[in-house]
């Protein structure tokens, strides 16, 4: 499968406050929380009414929304990531090593996505996301150095562990 971008699959918003947040969301924009997979710390999902469902805005809080710094950012500082959804995922892989570009890999908890994170020329964290079972190949690699870990930085690190 040739690399391709399909469209905006969500934006990661970091919080100190979920329940503000969700408040905000679904009161004030009146979006609707979805599913979301445990990945171990507080979060929610929240999609639009018309989109038939897709989780286009995710909240995230606890340890991984504080970062290096211990306080959770706020303004355009707290946009954690933007995640595309793709195909391709073993061609995007080798874009990625072409370019020396370091990346590190996810496979969503309970879920068939795989995912890529690579970071943009200005520092911002970029997610694509795969549909695993449209995918061939190995799935995305989860060994320490390669796979993704939740608000941890990778960016101005060489290329994969």
Excluded at 65 to 72: D, E, K, P, S
Excluded at 79 to 87: F, M, Q
Aim: glycine share 14%.
């Amino acid at each position: 499968m040739s690399a391709v971008v399909n469209g905006l699959f969500h934006i990661a918003v970091k919080t100190a406050s979920l329940e503000s947040s969700l408040a905000f969301y679904k009161g004030v924009l009146g979006m609707k929380e979805v599913a979301r997979p445990n990945f171990g710390y507080p979060g929610a999902w929240l999609s639009c009414p018309g989109l038939g469902g897709s989780a286009i805005v995710h909240l995230y809080a606890g340890g991984p929304a504080l970062g290096n710094t211990g306080a959770v950012p706020s303004g355009s500082a707290a946009i954690d990531h933007i995640s595309l959804a793709c195909g391709g995922f073993h061609a995007f892989r080798a874009r990625f090593a072409a370019h020396d570009l370091p990346w590190r890999e996810f496979l969503v908890p309970g879920t068939s996505l795989w995912q890529l994170f690579v970071y943009d020329p200005s520092g911002v964290q970029m997610e694509l996301t795969f549909e695993g079972t449209l995918e061939s190949g190995a799935p995305p690699d989860m060994s320490p150095g390669s796979a993704y870990v939740a608000g941890t930085t990778f960016f101005g690190l060489p290329n994969r562990a």
